[in-house]
């Protein structure tokens, strides 16, 4: 695997698979960030099964795996569309006009931040910073980071992830 | 044969970097020139990007900012060779804007192939570490506080006081954590540091460990930069290859190991102890100090925390001594600050100097004004928690106390540019909502308090009963900042104060419209 290719392949949940991923990282001190890390590349989010089989691998409450998965934005809890979306809300990209995407992107896709489309097309989320401040509006189409976006390309960066299947990283 | 550079930063591939390096490797092919394409990190003048550059007998010229499309016009114009075009803006190392700063953090980022041991070792790294490994853990600490180096992250603690702390805690088991989770809008050194330099944050771990007496460390990196992930995760493998970690670093007796781990877009888990928590496998709710981390930090044990330009500023330190780093600075601001513009810019990027610039030296040497053409009208320095300084601030010195004097703060050295387009009031209601947001939710005026800031800010703008909601938004303010257990909730504040107080225009005579 270099770089510039990082193909995660979004697996269908399956109990089995998410075992082993669990046991992968069980032994590491502090395991259950990276496990649920693990079930959410592989998954593309974290099935309400996998809560109960993390805290009986790791030995912990239910109720501990659970108030994680809540506190932290990255977990989702439903599957993701085929293209994943986040647009940056951070000031620096405020300061070029990044309100006026995330306002466009919400009206272009016909989705609220945080959705996925009906036919799991697509998924928009917001995100606070991608580090790229000196050249936004940012946005990731399918976990590649895009800079200077501005509305049209935006369609275009959607369009073409959308033609492509998504999946790209 | 001629060595062609191309930037394999993420900011750099986020405007076709990669494009890029693949046009010239098929042009170069098809013409039949044998060229070799080193991806190295960005020199952060991002503006350029993608800036290539090529290696000629006089230097590295630079051809920049090159689109794919243009590719094949620079072989034609013979860039090989250094050749004229329109893009080229001559040898890199004497464009002004790089010439006027002192680059001794970012020394090699954007010039060495940022996975390679050689390079790094031929352009002075390890020189610290060596260095390091013939004094004893007490003399490090001390080296390092003599150097005047404060923390990066954010709160300006001494480093070296710090570690005196965490070695003098009694205890066999103790841990470095650096804090890589820059959550900070407007901040990006981190990140390019980690992308474009990675051994000198390994440097600067394996120098806290030694320092420090651990054995362990972690590199918490926010999951929003999943490419510093991955160069930090090779860098880390190659490291123990060659013996700079692993159980005989740099085949003496230490052992240090080295673990990336990944955060999980969370805010709040920037605050060190919060960090603690995710790191332990919990919510990222900020423990009570005390006890300091530095006593009882992960697992409970003695814990040096520090950003990762705190850590790679340690380098420099050991490598050229104490005395030449706290040459550099102002007053008890020493050394280099890595300041990041960012925003409205015409030059955005990484400006490592000094402190003691003032914010309007920095505008005009640096940032050259707005991306749009349009005047600045508020810059905001320090992240979301920072201050909105208006025009008339902008003679103010870019140090920690100056700046702390005037009710602001540099926070990690972000700066954010905005034109005159901007609604200040609506900066201000987001500096609620991010903190509604991202509260970790253990007190109530930091939880509730912004959620209610925000329902305020608007009855102003909405023109409802302005005098009482502008009040009632102080009071609110005053309780954030008195009943917060830490900087989320008692600096989100700052920023609406600092509207409140140099943008007046903004709530208290906006226009009775709805009223
Ligand atoms: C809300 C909040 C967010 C923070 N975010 C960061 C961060 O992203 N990076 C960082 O290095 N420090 C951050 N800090 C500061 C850390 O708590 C801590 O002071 C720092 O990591 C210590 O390292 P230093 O002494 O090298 O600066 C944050 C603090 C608060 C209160
Ligand atoms: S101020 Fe906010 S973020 Fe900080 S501890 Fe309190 S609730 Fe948590
Ligand atoms: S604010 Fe959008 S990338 Fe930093």
Partial sequence: MTLHEMPTAMTPWSKEVATELVRDHAAEPGPLLPVLHALHEAFGYIDP??????????????????????????????????????????????????RGLVEHATRSLGLELGTTAPDGSVSLEEVFCLGNCALGPSVTVSGHLRGRVEPADFDRLVSDAVASGGGER | MTRIYVPRDSAARSVGADEVAQAIEIAAAERGVDVEIVRTGSRAMLWLETLVEVATPAGRVGYGPVAPEDVADLFVAGFLEGGDHPLRQGLIDELPWLAAQSRITFARVGIVDPLSTEDYEAHGGIAGLRRALTMSPAEICDEVTESGLRGRGGAGFPTGVKWRTVLDAASSTKYVVCNADEGDSGTFADRMLMEGDPFMLIEGMLLAGIAVGAREGFIYIRSEYPDAVVTMRAAIARAYEVGWLGPRVLGGERQFDLTVRVGAGAYICGEETAMLESIEGRRGMVRAKPPLPAIEG?????????????????????????????????????????????????????????????????????????????????????????????????????????????????GHGGIVVFDDTVDMAAQARFAMEFCAVESCGKCTPCRIGSVRGVEVIDKIVAGEDRAANIALLEDLCDLMTDGSLCAMGGLTPMPVRSVLRHFPEALHNAKDSQA
């Avoid at chain 1, 993390?54 to 809540?70: F, K, P």
């Avoid at chain 2, 020493?334 to 300041?339: I, P, V």
């Avoid at chain 2, 925003?343 to 610039?357: K, R, S």
């Avoid at chain 2, 320090?382 to 540099?410: H, K, N, T």
């Fill in chain 2, 298 to 410: 992960l697992f409970g044990q003695p814990t040096a925390i520090n950003n990762v330009l705190s850590l790679v500023s340690a380098t420099v330190v050991l490598a050229r001594g104490a005395a030449f780093y706290r040459e550099l600075g102002v007053g008890r601001s020493r050394g280099t600050q890595l300041f990041q513009l960012a925003g409205n810019v015409a030059c955005g990027g990484i400006v490592e100097t000094a402190f003691g610039l003032t914010v309007g030296e920095m505008l005009e040497t640096f940032a050259q004004g707005t991306r749009s053409g349009r005047p600045v009208h508020a810059v905001q320095i320090g992240g979301p928690l920072g201050a909105y300084l208006p025009a008339s601030q902008f003679d103010l010195p870019l140090d920690y106390e100056a700046f702390v004097e005037a009710g602001a703060m540099i």
């Fill in chain 1, 49 to 98: 099964e996998a809560i109960e089989l993390v805290a009986q691998e790791l030995n912990i409450s239910r109720a501990d795996v659970y108030g994680v998965v809540t506190f932290y934005a990255d977990f989702r809890r439903t599957p993701p569309g085929r293209v994943r979306i986040q647009v940056c809300r951070g000031e620096a990209c405020q300061a070029v006009g990044g």
